[in-house]
């Protein structure tokens, strides 16, 4: 199984000015990374996702109320993550 270096979409979940831990703002945070997994096709459970990875990068593409409010409840700035995703998604799609 091959691992995302998600760092470079997301930024850290503790900053340096000492942010605390948020269980919400992580969970949030997780949703991210999986729904990126997913973009790029190489979530674990994706082996026959076919079509989905398509329906998954629109999620991260195109804009989307859905996609803002979970970047809000993240901690992220929705059109930040979705220049770092758009270029994550493009170096990452042919393998």
Do not use: T
Request: proline residues 3%; hydrophobic residues 40%.
């Amino acid at each position: 199984m091959a691992k995302l270096q998600i760092q470079s979409v997301f930024p850290k979940a503790v900053n340096i000015l000492g942010e605390k831990k948020d269980p919400c703002r992580s969970l949030w945070r997780n949703v991210l990374i999986v729904a990126l997994e997913d973009a790029v096709g190489r979530h674990w459970r994706n082996k026959n996702f076919g079509m989905g990875i398509e329906s998954a990068q629109r999620y991260f593409l195109e804009p989307n109320r859905d996609f803002a409010l979970v970047c809000h409840y993240a901690g992220f700035d929705h059109e930040y993550v979705r220049m770092k995703a758009r270029k994550f998604i493009k170096e990452n799609k042919n393998g």
